[in-house]
């Protein structure tokens, strides 16, 4: 414990070390260049009018966008366009859920704030804004000011936007019938009953792949006879559904049912994208499955999961009002010790992603050591205007701790370097002082505690 506090002290305000150091990631726009552009996935089904619209659009126009219903296969027809493009330095940059879109402002895979568009500068780029729902307006403007002539600029949304700027929109729809008969190649699915459920669902990328990866489970050991009587094929066939999402909810059911615990883990994260070493410390026996049935997806050390799947997830867990408590909470607190120690890029990634998710296992856990360890780390992301606040919040963490544990040292440590920041300038001084005596009487109890 001496070493601890010894260690926390070299760190300290006290030290020179300033916290708001720490506050980097307290502001970004939540648009994320990813490393590389992401691959079309493996089983990419070809739909050459649509990649040939979007490949001459590239050529002959510089503002594109690409809109279409949630799940019509909008980005994968990207990726597949820009993964052969090979005269062009390529971006791609995730919006999700993103209030603020700056070119001026997204963040790398390390948490930093990115001027994108001093990357570009005079050069022949291509920049790719997924999963766009606001702010297009301004992100144009920029693009447009900068020197960006020789750029190209890929808008993916859900919405048509008006924009006189945008030379060149393209509606994706669903498939065609030829298409989507290269999800379903095997010769089981060419049955009438198969066909007409297809059409039914107007041949809906992203719900005909569920229903295949559903359908095609190893061990669930039916033959052709029990593919078309399966209560849950029946139930899509014969009911009066049209809505995705709607549909989906009932290809996750009979999964729900069985995990309930893990589709309210995957319903209460903030985001679409999930740190692959988060889940597989919380869930790592369901990852496997939930792969395999293609609710998620491992890309560039993330886990991602589509829109409809988890907006049918959250649709389930909240009809389901007995699912009421969050469990995993001790592989949470597992992770968060790892990561807090070595603060490694899943670290800074995962408290970027999933700070709503953590401020409310927070409030709604009782283990008191499990609160200090995530408020340590949220006060790394929060604002540090906030300063009283957290002093008041920590002194009631701390108000019954013996602080003997690292973490409990560690924020009260945090809370005089808040305290001493928030006083006045004539008053530092003194503050200073009475800073690192509480914390000398702190390690003289330590040591006579040992004696």
Known sequence: MTRQINNKLSHSTMAGHDITQNYYLQKSTGCRLLNKVPKPDTDYVVRKSEEEKITNAIKGNNIIQIYGISGSGKTELVKKVVSQIKDFNCFWVSCEKAEEISLYSVYNMLGQNFNLLSKIDGTKSLIV?????????NVISEFLCAKTCNSKLIIISQEKI???AISEKILIDFMSKEEAQQIFTDSKFQDNEFMSLFKKLEYHPMTLKLIKTYLLEEDNGLDVTDFLN????????????????????KILGDYFCQKKEVCMLLSKLDSNRVEAGFLKQCIFSEVVELTKRG??????GYYSIHDIILNSMKALVKEKPQVVQLVYEKEIMDYLNKENENRTLGFYTFFALHQNFLKDVFQTCANSQMKILIYNSLLLFSNQKDKEIHITNINKLLKNDDLTSYYSIKLLIEKLELWVHSGKKEEKKDRNKQAVKELQDLLERDIDSNC
């Open 129 to 137: 804004l997924d999963n766009v729902f606001s702010g297009i307006n």
């Open 162 to 164: 008006f924009n006189s």
């Open 230 to 249: 399966t209560g849950r094929l029946v139930e899509l066939r014969d009911s009066e559904l049209t809505n995705s999402q709607e549909i989906c909810k």
């Open 295 to 300: 609710f998620l997806k491992l890309e560039d």
